[in-house]
Every structure is written in structure tokens, then in C-alpha cells.
């Protein structure tokens, strides 16, 4: 039997002014309950899948001149070991000065740890073969182990394993930030995104058993439009309106034979009027087998 120590949730991981988080807080169970819903059913039939077979194919075709090389064979095994949590997040963003971006991937593997440390083991043997000019190096910091590739003098991407989570980042300061978060406890804990008040709030409005969510933290993001609306006069009060949103965002939960998609949006207080009830006044013309009914008001 095994014994592993459950992986951090991403939100205690990731810094409190996070401007975006993808993350699919069960990815086996949606996985699961997408292949037992009409729209999986959908991509299955001939006339879809033909359609779709000619973009992966492209893809495909890209990545292998790219020098790297998925087979369906690798793609079903990274599945199959993406168990819990999986997560993408754009923790900063710099675009004077040259643009730089923080961004964080990470996936629980749960009870594949040792088989995905050895399939990492396999690929980084085969990086090696392939990209001579690029190396591997293992580092240390606060008594954890993780590594980073040097793809050019500029560029790195760093990975580690916090538990059973692996988390991959691009550039080795957003990858130290995550381990002081994991690390450092009590008086001396750097403020999560787990303690901002406009995630709680987002996460307090979605389902409980929501299979996706996507969380755009528009605050920070303020602060980076100020400079552009310095710039750009003209632009000004479109950007203003944006600067008026504290956060925003949708989740998505599977009902049944239907996809339940929820969109909140939380404004700065005293800057936004709500809007009155959408009234649905065609809806008495549908009939009860109507294939799609759609109404909306921006």
C-alpha cells in the first residue's frame, strides 16, 4: 500500500494579485462525466470527427516540426495520469521594459507519482538527445528540489513536485515564489490567492460541484492600464469602464444532458447600476422540442 501526502490546492500556491486562473478542481470526474454527455457524444459521430481530424492533424503536424513529438499513445497516457486538481494561471504580467509573463501549470497526479516522475525521467533523457544545446540543471531552495531547463540564455521553465501535485512554470522566480508558498507557514506566510477577497467571492457564487472554472482578477490588471490611458486619450473612457470591474469570470457544471455555464461579473461599489431581469417575452413562441434558444442583452 502507499502512503501520499494530498497535493496543495492551487489558490493556497499562487500569489493574492493572480490575474488569471484556469483550473478544473476534479479533472477524472470531469473527464468522466464529459464522456457520458451528448456534446462527447457529438464529437463522436462520423461527420463531426471527419471535420475535426484535419486542425489535429495540423497540430500535430506543428509540434513535430517544433521538434516535439505526441503520439495518441503519449496523449492518452498524460490523460490517464491528470487524476486531481490541474490548473493554469498567469500570475504577472510586464509588457514595458520587454514583455515577461509568470505563468504557472499544475496538475495532481495523486497516485501516479512514481510512475509520472519516471516517465519525466524518460523525457528529460530524450530533451537531452534532441536538444544538445539546451541543458537540464538541478537546484535546491528551501529545502526542496526542482529543475530547470535552459531552452535559450533568456528563457527557462522550471517543474517540481509539491507532494503529489507537479507544477510547471515559465521562469524560475514565479517557481520559487510557489515553493516559499508551500514552505513558509504562519506569521511569516506570503498572502495567497486563497485569501483575496474578490477569489472567495467568485467562489462563493459558483456551484460546488462545478467541473471548470476561470477566474480573471481584473484589479491588478487596473494598474497596468493606467500608463496606457496616459498614452492613449482616445481610448480612455472604454478603459475606464474595464478599471470599474473588481473581478469577473464563468464556471461550468454538467447537469444531466446539459452543460450549465454561470458568468460573474463583480463591479467596484457604487460604480455600476444592475440591470433589470432579462425578460424572455419570445420564449411563448419555442415549442418543447426546440433544438436552441438563445437570448442575451450586453
Not at 514552505?183 to 511569516?188: I, K, L, N, Q
Not at 486619450?233 to 473588481?246: V, Y
Given at each position: 500500500w502507499r502512503l501520499h501526502r494530498p497535493a496543495p490546492p492551487a489558490a493556497s500556491l499562487l500569489p493574492e494579485s493572480t490575474l488569471l486562473l484556469v483550473r478544473i478542481p476534479d479533472f477524472n470526474r470531469a473527464r468522466q462525466d464529459l464522456e457520458h454527455s451528448p456534446f462527447y457524444a457529438l464529437l463522436q459521430e462520423p461527420a463531426v470527427a471527419e471535420f475535426l481530424a484535419q486542425p489535429r492533424q495540423a497540430w500535430q503536424k506543428g509540434l513535430h516540426q517544433s521538434g516535439v513529438h505526441v503520439s495518441d499513445n503519449i496523449l492518452g497516457h498524460?490523460?490517464?495520469?491528470?487524476q486531481g486538481?490541474?490548473?493554469?494561471?498567469?500570475?504577472?504580467l510586464s509588457v514595458f521594459g520587454g514583455f515577461q509573463a509568470g505563468v504557472v501549470f499544475g496538475a495532481?497526479?495523486?497516485?501516479?507519482?512514481?510512475?509520472?516522475k519516471?516517465?519525466?525521467?524518460?523525457?528529460?533523457?530524450?530533451?537531452?538527445?534532441?536538444f544538445p544545446d539546451q541543458h537540464i540543471e538541478p537546484r535546491r531552495y528551501l529545502g526542496l528540489n526542482y529543475k530547470i531547463w535552459h531552452k535559450t540564455p533568456?528563457?527557462?521553465?522550471?517543474?517540481?513536485?509539491?507532494?503529489?501535485?507537479?507544477?510547471?512554470?515559465?521562469?524560475?522566480?514565479?517557481?520559487?515564489?510557489?515553493?516559499?508558498?508551500?514552505?513558509?507557514?504562519?506569521?511569516?506566510?506570503?498572502?495567497?490567492?486563497?485569501?483575496?477577497?474578490?477569489?472567495?467571492d467568485f467562489l462563493n457564487r459558483l456551484p460546488p460541484d462545478h467541473e471548470l472554472a476561470i477566474f480573471l482578477n481584473v484589479e491588478p490588471?487596473?494598474?497596468l492600464l493606467g500608463p496606457i490611458?496616459?498614452?492613449?486619450?482616445?481610448?480612455?473612457?472604454?478603459?475606464?469602464?474595464?478599471?470599474?470591474?473588481?473581478?469577473?469570470?464563468?464556471?461550468?457544471t454538467f447537469r444531466g444532458d446539459s452543460i450549465e455555464e454561470l458568468r460573474v461579473t463583480a463591479y467596484q461599489p457604487k460604480t455600476h447600476a444592475a440591470e433589470p431581469p432579462l425578460e424572455r417575452s419570445t420564449m411563448r413562441f419555442t415549442s418543447p422540442d426546440t433544438l436552441l434558444y438563445a437570448v442575451g442583452r450586453t
Amino acid at each position: 500500500w502507499r502512503l501520499h501526502r494530498p497535493a496543495p490546492p492551487a489558490a493556497s500556491l499562487l500569489p493574492e494579485s493572480t490575474l488569471l486562473l484556469v483550473r478544473i478542481p476534479d479533472f477524472n470526474r470531469a473527464r468522466q462525466d464529459l464522456e457520458h454527455s451528448p456534446f462527447y457524444a457529438l464529437l463522436q459521430e462520423p461527420a463531426v470527427a471527419e471535420f475535426l481530424a484535419q486542425p489535429r492533424q495540423a497540430w500535430q503536424k506543428g509540434l513535430h516540426q517544433s521538434g516535439v513529438h505526441v503520439s495518441d499513445n503519449i496523449l492518452g497516457h498524460v490523460l490517464q495520469a491528470l487524476q486531481g486538481e490541474v490548473f493554469l494561471a498567469v500570475t504577472r504580467l510586464s509588457v514595458f521594459g520587454g514583455f515577461q509573463a509568470g505563468v504557472v501549470f499544475g496538475a495532481d497526479v495523486k497516485g501516479d507519482l512514481f510512475k509520472t516522475k519516471l516517465a519525466l525521467n524518460q523525457a528529460e533523457q530524450l530533451a537531452a538527445q534532441r536538444f544538445p544545446d539546451q541543458h537540464i540543471e538541478p537546484r535546491r531552495y528551501l529545502g526542496l528540489n526542482y529543475k530547470i531547463w535552459h531552452k535559450t540564455p533568456t528563457t527557462s521553465v522550471c517543474y517540481t513536485f509539491l507532494n503529489s501535485l507537479f507544477v510547471c512554470t515559465w521562469g524560475e522566480d514565479t517557481l520559487r515564489d510557489i515553493i516559499t508558498r508551500f514552505t513558509v507557514h504562519g506569521e511569516d506566510a506570503v498572502p495567497a490567492l486563497a485569501d483575496s477577497q474578490n477569489y472567495r467571492d467568485f467562489l462563493n457564487r459558483l456551484p460546488p460541484d462545478h467541473e471548470l472554472a476561470i477566474f480573471l482578477n481584473v484589479e491588478p490588471i487596473a494598474s497596468l492600464l493606467g500608463p496606457i490611458m496616459l498614452m492613449s486619450p482616445q481610448s480612455a473612457s472604454g478603459l475606464e469602464k474595464i478599471t470599474r470591474i473588481r473581478h469577473t469570470g464563468l464556471g461550468l457544471t454538467f447537469r444531466g444532458d446539459s452543460i450549465e455555464e454561470l458568468r460573474v461579473t463583480a463591479y467596484q461599489p457604487k460604480t455600476h447600476a444592475a440591470e433589470p431581469p432579462l425578460e424572455r417575452s419570445t420564449m411563448r413562441f419555442t415549442s418543447p422540442d426546440t433544438l436552441l434558444y438563445a437570448v442575451g442583452r450586453t
